[in-house]
């Protein structure tokens, strides 16, 4: 079933002038953007997107890279576009992810690991809501 995901290509990776190559991974994956928008973070909707990370150590760190530069956020969809999209991006830290993942390709380490990627179904209907429904 053709559903949808909610991906972040995060500050590092356009620091890195790989904003561009990420996003012909994506076509290439055959992924249809739905809806993409470059946006700074501000605190606020940082803090409100990682919520359910406030009470980790790496939360202020976390917070501060977000809002560190200029992201994109994108609406993806592709048939099982979660799973899809978080095999595609690999595991959080680069050092762990499979080659051809856009982390092992592009991340820098753990907290500058150039992507997101909702974790479920459910996550991303908040995700995109959250960015690309509401006025945040
Ligand atoms: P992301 O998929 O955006 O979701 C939460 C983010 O927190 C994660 O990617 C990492 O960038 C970051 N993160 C997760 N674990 C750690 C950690 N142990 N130390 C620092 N940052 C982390």
Redesign the pocket.
Known sequence: MQNKTFA?I?PDAIENNNLGKIIDVIIANKFTILNARLTTMNTRQAEGF?SI?KE???FK??IF??CSGPCMVLELEKINAVNEWRTLIGS??PKEADNGTIRKDFAES????S???S?SNENAEIEINYFFKNEI
């Not at 753990?110 to 690991?113: M, Q």
């Open positions: 972040i995060k990682y990370h980790r150590p790496f760190d976390l890279f977000m959080t830290d753990k907290e500058r690991n992507v997101h990627g974790d």
